[in-house]
């Protein structure tokens, strides 16, 4: 399944399934992009980044894809868990040096 | 502790106290963030230091906000005349180098303003 990441969209997912996940960002000159799990009452962490002049990253199980036409990002999770249960955000980084953060997507993984 | 340390985790004031949010960055990391984070929100950035340089401040949403660094490790997050809606997570991170590089956050601080 997919979802864009507005207003805390629920995404809700197979155990063992793929995961699409999907963000809008707001700054044609942002040159990085980071996506972040946040896990309920801890603060956000890393998971996977991008630079502008790349299309596609992948991770462990984690892939991010980039398209600078429309200005939108999107994280693959593969063989989705019950631990990838979280919130997931993308960032951008701003052309002043800070991160800017999108509203987030909840994921939840059904066993 | 190796990672970005906060405090307090939890803290409750009545609506016009002051209050302070304490952050101590991972040791060597030159950039720290302020980001507000209200219920079921995405991080809000409120400012950004460069060792002790507070470049963007751009996030503050009053001047009751305030922040500082002033030996470039260190910051506080200081709440002046505190308010309903000033209630939120407050996350604090740090990066080795700036806005480019991965931020490691903190597990926030809570302020309930009754």
């Known amino acids: 399944g997919e979802s864009v990441g507005l207003h805390l969209p629920t995404l809700s997912v197979q155990e063992g399934d793929n995961s699409i996940i999907n963000c809008a960002y707001s700054n044609s000159a942002s040159d990085y992009f980071i996506w972040y799990k946040q896990e309920s009452g801890k603060g956000p962490q890393f998971i996977i980044d991008?630079?502008?002049?790349?299309d596609k990253r992948q991770g462990q199980r984690v892939t991010v894809l980039l398209n600078k036409t429309v200005k939108h990002l999107s994280l693959q999770i593969a063989a989705t868990q019950p631990g990838d249960s979280a919130v997931y955000f993308c960032?951008?980084?701003?052309?002043?040096?800070?991160?800017?953060f999108g509203a987030g997507t909840r994921l939840t993984v059904k066993p | 502790g190796a990672g970005v340390s906060q405090s307090p985790r939890y803290k409750v004031a009545k609506r016009g106290q002051d209050v302070a949010l304490r952050c101590d960055p991972i040791s060597g990391h030159v950039s720290l963030f302020w980001y507000q984070q209200a219920l079921g929100q995405g991080p809000e950035f409120l400012t950004y230091?460069?060792?002790?340089?507070?470049?963007?401040k751009s996030g503050l949403p009053s001047d009751r906000f305030f922040a500082e660094r002033p030996e470039g490790s260190v910051s506080t997050l200081k709440i002046q005349r505190t308010q309903q809606e000033d209630s939120a997570v407050y996350l604090c991170?740090?990066?080795?180098?700036?806005?480019?590089?991965?931020?490691?956050f903190g597990e926030g601080s809570r302020l309930t303003v009754l």
């Open positions: 960032a951008e980084n701003m052309s002043n040096n800070d991160m800017r």
């Open positions: 991170a740090s990066s080795f180098q700036g806005g480019t590089g991965e931020l490691f």
């Open positions: 230091f460069q060792n002790e340089a507070q470049l963007d």
């Open positions: 991008i630079r502008s002049n790349m």
